[in-house]
């Protein structure tokens, strides 16, 4: 194994050389018994833990890229769409009591959170507090839909990609 590759070159020069003394061999003896039932699970169970989640925070990782940037580029294209006054959008919006004039507030929230999450992606809690701005973003566009009895099929979708960066990102 690894262990052996690291321990054989110490002991056997160690040995070789003469510069350890009995007590010193008994130590380097345990310690390299211990390592290597570490790496294999073993007593210590240490290795294998390390592993799993070294595969784990790996999958993570790449989740949270993948779920930052998804959401980001959702939030870039519905801001897009509300400063060139797309008619469904306008229609969504203002069908909710948004004033019409007024979407270029909602396009600025909507960049400010991707580029949260762009940002979050080098300083964690940046990414982080950008998700929950998100959620609460569309969570309030949810429930102004239901509110109002209109479906909220259009808000729902990019709450819930929202939500899941949210606990990735919590997770990573």
Do not use: I
């Amino acid at each position: 194994t690894g262990v052996d590759d690291l321990t054989a070159p110490v002991t056997s020069t160690a040995t070789a050389s003469g510069m350890l003394t009995n007590g010193m061999k008994n130590t380097v003896a345990v310690t390299t018994a211990a390592m290597r039932a570490s790496s294999d699970g073993g007593v210590a169970g240490h290795g294998a833990d390390l592993q799993a989640r070294s595969a784990h925070d790996g999958v993570v990782s790449t989740a949270a890229v993948v779920l930052s940037l998804l959401l980001a580029a959702v939030m870039v294209g519905s801001g897009v769409a509300k400063l060139a006054r797309v008619p469904a959008v306008v229609g969504s919006v203002t069908g909710v009591g948004w004033p019409g004039e007024r979407l270029w507030v909602l396009a600025a929230v909507e960049f400010l959170g991707a580029a949260g999450l762009l940002v979050g992606l080098a300083v964690p809690w940046v990414g982080v507090v950008a998700a929950v701005g998100a959620v609460l973003y569309f969570l309030g566009a949810v429930v102004s839909h239901v509110r109002l009895r209109q479906s909220p099929a259009q808000a729902a979708v990019p709450l819930l990609l929202a939500a899941a960066t949210l606990v990735v990102l919590l997770l990573a």
